[in-house]
């Protein structure tokens, strides 16, 4: 996804000349500065910040449970084994994994049969009003909700992604 922001802000450059390095700031087609960062912590904390995400949230990794008879269990993705594509498919784990120990901290609703949670949610948004505390300034997040409060699962295979 980067490669592809990158050739659409500075043009139909050669790919192997668009490479990014943390903190390096480009010019777009229009001259107006864009600079990249893995993480947060490399953005510069001088003066206040005006954040803004669209579906940032939604990009990040989730752990997708379902509700069995055994408990709740995580979906896992798998290899199809009767496939000689290796094709990918959902599984329930058969025991307990380690994000299924994050369920025990969630008040999860009786009539629930699926649910997703992302830890790293939490991280990234912890960071963000750790800094606004800090500097000052103001964050928008939007990541769209489902109709009713009814979610359809987020996490989807996907084969000859673009």
Not at 116 to 121: K, L, M, N, T
Request: net charge negative; with cysteine; hydrophobic share 35%.
């Amino acid at each position: 996804v980067e490669q592809e922001t990158l050739e659409k802000l500075y043009g139909s450059s050669p790919k192997d000349q668009l490479t990014v390095e943390d903190n390096e700031v480009f010019r777009s087609q229009t001259g107006f500065p864009v600079s990249w960062h893995s993480d947060l912590k490399s953005v510069s904390a001088n003066g206040c910040s005006i954040i803004i995400a669209h579906e940032f949230l939604d990009a990040l990794p989730i752990h997708q449970f379902k509700k069995t008879d055994r408990g709740w269990r995580e979906v896992l993705v798998d290899i199809e084994p009767d496939s000689d594509k290796n094709e990918l498919r959902f599984v329930l784990a058969p025991t307990s994994t380690p994000a299924t120990a994050f369920l025990q901290c969630v008040d999860i609703a009786d009539d629930m049969t699926n649910l997703e949670i992302c830890p790293s949610a939490g991280v990234v948004v912890k960071e963000i009003v750790e800094r606004l505390d800090e500097h000052g300034g103001a964050a928008l997040l939007v990541d769209y909700g489902r109709e009713n409060g009814v979610s359809n699962h987020s996490l989807v295979l996907s084969k000859s992604s673009k």
